[in-house]
């Protein structure tokens, strides 16, 4: 007997939405069977460091996954009409960058044995600038990635959980509960190992994504490979124009300073690469994931390109922001139910393996920096709760504020943020002086606050737009303010430069 037309209605609409709740639930309870393996028997040396036995392939691969996250999954996509390919610049800096932190900062985190690693500014500077540092650390990992979360709670929301009538902080809690459950005990060892399951089914969801989106315009991969590589929209390098913020010189040397600042001096990044045996293997896997930026950010722009000739060919108009580009076809299942379940997967994974080691490095800075205490296991579990709370009020916070591309807004929050922390590594890697120790806090609040002043008035008084070399100016200035408050001898008596601290 056929069903009432009613019926069959519903079917129609929400078949895709269980498809995609079955996806979620059977990813998650992946992520829960590595969690039990890995969290057995789990100490905070466990929870902290891995007991430094990761192997340096495993923490490379998924480092690959958790650098990209879910906004680049959405943004870069969207950024293809806009801008072209010219991203790619500032991935080419990341490059540079990484190899910047492979040889410069991670033989100084491994000499000195570090869990955190703003411990070396309290050796190098002073308690102030210890406390100064991963002060600064969890503000802009607090903030950034809670924007990136943001966006996937946001599309999922609107694509899933809406039409079932649950409410957004009902999806935001939900989300942010289930990630702490699979992280609370093993920490960062089981993020070293769900990263790399992550990592696979992200990059696995963007190619077959790319294969049906091929297939909807009638194209082999070869032809869209040609399609891709002769469109307007290919452009990678603008050296014409200095006041564009896709400038090559800007895009190429912010994006080696951004990798310095949020890999090479963030906690999230760098404690995962402290898991590594030996120094040796840790510079292995960054150079390795380093390098694999510039093919994976080419795939999720080439993504982008082959959207938009869909749209023309459908006469669908672009949306005006880039960040519904790729959700547009592949969350409304125009492009057929597989996509729909391709695409839940590539943004959960591509999000939760961002979110949850920044929820695990906060958690290790608070209880290692803020309170000293690396050993209490009490305190650890309750801040690592408390941490996923502030998260979850953050993201619910930003549905009100995040307007614009939600990674330009990283990008920027990065800027204003990063810039301190950029400023005081900085001073303690490349001078032999110490520094005023009391006036630190005081120099890293003014330098943000100077780059605003500055890019106001650039502004409006040349139309100059600061775009991501906001983020040298802002550790210049940090830098210049340390410099007026330097002392006469190093801290302890110390007076080494680059190469003496390695050794302090």
């Not at 040396?45 to 891995?50: E, G, M, N, P, Q």
């Not at 969801?205 to 032809?223: K, N, P, S, W």
Request: hydrophobic residues 50%; aromatic residues 12%.
């Amino acid at each position: 007997m056929l069903l009432p037309w009613f019926l069959r209605l519903k079917i129609i609409i929400f078949a895709p939405i269980m498809m995609i709740v079955i996806t979620v639930l059977a990813y998650f309870c992946l992520l829960f069977a590595v969690s039990r393996i890995t969290g057995r028997k789990a100490t905070n040396a466990t929870f902290y460091r891995a007991d430094r036995c990761s192997p340096w392939y495993m923490v490379a691969f998924g480092m690959v996954g958790a650098s990209i996250s879910g906004v680049t999954f959405i943004s870069v996509p969207g950024m293809a009409p806009a801008i072209g390919m010219t991203y790619l610049q500032m991935c080419i800096g990341f490059i540079f960058g990484y190899l910047a932190v492979a040889f410069l900062l991670l033989p100084l985190y491994y000499r000195l044995n570090l869990t955190s690693i703003y411990s070396y500014l309290g050796q190098r500077l002073g308690p102030r600038s210890y406390k100064t540092g991963a002060g600064f650390f969890l503000l802009s990992k607090m903030a950034g990635a809670a924007v990136a979360f943001y966006v996937v709670c946001g599309i999922l929301h609107d694509s899933v959980f809406q039409p079932l009538h649950i409410p957004f902080f009902v999806t935001v809690t939900g989300m942010v509960a289930l990630m702490w459950l699979y992280t609370c005990r093993g920490g960062i060892k089981t993020l070293v190992w769900t990263d790399s399951l992550q990592t696979l089914c992200l990059f696995a969801a963007l190619f077959l994504i790319i294969l049906h989106v091929a297939g909807a315009l009638g194209m082999t991969l070869g032809e869209a490979v040609t399609a891709v590589a002769g469109s307007g929209m290919s452009r990678v390098f603008v050296f014409d124009d200095w006041v564009s913020r896709q400038n090559f010189w800007k895009q190429f040397l912010s994006g080696v300073f951004v990798v310095v600042v949020m890999t090479g001096l963030d906690q999230d990044k760098m404690q995962k690469n402290l898991t590594c045996k030996t120094l040796r293997d840790a510079q292995k896997d960054m150079c390795t994931y380093g390098c694999a930026f510039l093919p994976a950010n080419l795939l999720f722009l080439s993504l982008g390109v082959l959207l938009s000739m869909l749209a023309q060919k459908q006469g669908v108009a672009l949306p005006a922001n880039g960040d519904q580009l790729l959700p547009m076809f592949a969350a409304t299942g125009q492009l057929g139910p597989a996509v729909v379940v391709l695409f839940t997967i590539g943004i959960v994974a591509a999000s939760f393996s961002s979110a949850d080691s920044a929820l695990t490095s906060m958690t290790t800075s608070y209880c290692v920096d803020i309170r000293n205490q690396p050993g209490d296991e009490r305190l650890r579990k309750r801040v690592h709760l408390l941490m996923s709370v502030g998260f979850a009020v953050l993201v619910l916070l930003f549905k009100y504020v995040v307007t614009s591309s939600a990674i330009d807004v990283i990008y920027t929050l990065v800027s204003y943020t990063y810039g301190p922390l950029l400023g005081l590594f900085s001073f303690g890697l490349l001078t032999r002086e110490a520094v005023a120790d009391r006036y630190v806090p005081y120099v890293a609040l003014a330098s943000p606050v100077l780059c605003y002043v500055a890019d106001t008035v650039a502004v409006q008084l040349g139309g100059y737009k600061f775009g991501y070399e906001l983020l040298m100016l802002n550790g210049l200035l940090t830098f210049i303010g340390l410099w007026i408050f330097r002392g006469k001898k190093g801290r302890n008596g110390l007076r080494a430069p680059l190469s003496g601290c390695l050794s302090e």
